[in-house]
T-cell receptor
């Protein structure tokens, strides 16, 4: 158990809908990272927050947004969902703001868009 | 530019055999970190090791060992006396200070047959 929690574990929804994925980092960690893992594209970095502020942005679509709250938990919002958004979404946390810190991953949320 | 290559897409061995997973990286930075993660069939990403570029000592943890060679830009992972529970996808990743995100290899799927 990495100490990172993600909810829900599974999510099935329809195209055009909006969903919110939630992540709680390990105790003491200030950074939260979001990744998307699809079968054909491997692990794709989406976005990083450090202590409530956006720190780095990767290949995140405009339909996707995220935030980190004062209690350090984070939410990833996915809207106008398409079939291609079906994937495993991971949250990871680390102590500091640099990617050289070890990232500990949550169990993931498996999103299926029908 | 930075890059991580895991040339072995899939490896299949019989239980109790030793197996080595290759990881070759590219970076011009002199300070960098290398990581290995394991993704079992259940889907979670499990951190295995973090190594910085100034520490070329090999690491051993039980049946797992890592061989870091800067001369060949490789950070290979060996499992000794493999077990069925070692079956997973293994990812190698690189982090440098000049890049805000982890650079991931494509992963090697390891199948251990009983």
């Amino acid at each position: 158990d990495s100490g990172v929690t993600q909810t829900p574990k599974h999510l099935i929804t329809a195209t055009g809908q909006r969903v919110t994925l939630r992540c709680s980092p390990r105790s003491g960690d200030l950074s939260v990272y979001w990744y998307q893992q699809s079968l054909d594209q491997g692990l794709q970095f989406l976005i990083q927050y450090y202590n409530g502020e956006e720190r780095a942005k990767g290949n995140i679509l405009e339909r996707f947004s995220a935030q980190q709250f004062p209690d350090l938990h984070s939410e990833l919002n996915l809207s106008s969902l398409e079939l291609g958004d079906s994937a495993l979404y991971f949250c990871a946390s680390s102590a500091g703001q640099v990617p050289t810190d070890t990232q500990y991953f949550g169990p993931g949320t498996r999103l299926t868009v029908l | 530019a930075q890059k991580v290559t895991q040339a072995q897409t899939e490896i299949s061995v019989v239980e109790k055999e030793d197996v080595t997973l290759d990881c070759v990286y590219e970076t011009r930075d002199t300070t960098y970190y290398l990581f290995w993660y394991k993704q079992p069939p259940s889907g979670e990403l499990v951190f295995l090791i973090r190594r910085n570029s100034f520490d070329e000592q090999n690491e051993i943890s039980g049946r797992y060992s890592w061989n870091f060679q800067k001369s060949t830009s490789s950070f290979n992972f060996t499992i000794t006396a493999s077990q069925v529970v070692d079956s997973a996808v293994y990812f190698c990743a690189l982090s440098v200070g000049s890049n805000y995100q982890l650079i991931w290899g494509a992963g090697t799927k390891l199948i251990i047959k009983p």
